[in-house]
Nanobody, 120 residues
Framework: QVRLVESGGGTVQAGGSLRLSCSLS????????MGWYRQAPGKQRELVAT???????????KYADSVKGRFTISRDNGKNTVNLQMNNLKPEDTAVYYC??????????WGQGTQVTVSS
């Protein structure tokens, strides 16, 4: 069974930093991509960042325009983990952040989310 567990969420003041981590556990599968999404009250779930896994321990990355230059996604393939370093946080970053992984031949799997709250 595939399982993803997020950690690192919390409450910080504007301008502060947080580092989110996601650990994927299970066996008998291959990971294509991993990423982070978020959902704020009254808004749809949106992409934050993704990272590919083909060919090496770190692949290509994509970021939402709203977080470019502030957030950095990274992956440790040996540990099946993905991290999101969030710097210069803004109140509008407040949301539940979800880790996701695309598993070959199985589709997308999601964690249960971790709350990030940025106060002004």
């Amino acid at each position: 069974q595939v399982r993803l567990v997020e950690s690192g969420g919390g409450t910080v003041q504007a301008g502060g930093s947080l580092r989110l981590s996601c650990s994927l556990s299970g066996s008998g599968f291959s990971i294509n991509d991993m990423g982070w999404y978020r959902q704020a009250p009254g808004k749809q779930r949106e992409l934050v960042a993704t990272i590919g896994s083909r060919g090496s321990s770190r692949g290509s990355t994509k970021y939402a325009d709203s977080v470019k230059g502030r957030f950095t996604i990274s992956r440790d393939n040996g540990k099946n983990t993905v991290n999101l370093q969030m710097n210069n946080l803004k109140p509008e970053d407040t949301a539940v952040y979800y880790c996701a992984a695309e598993i070959s031949l199985r589709g997308w799997f999601w964690g249960q989310g971790t709350q990030v709250t940025v106060s002004s």
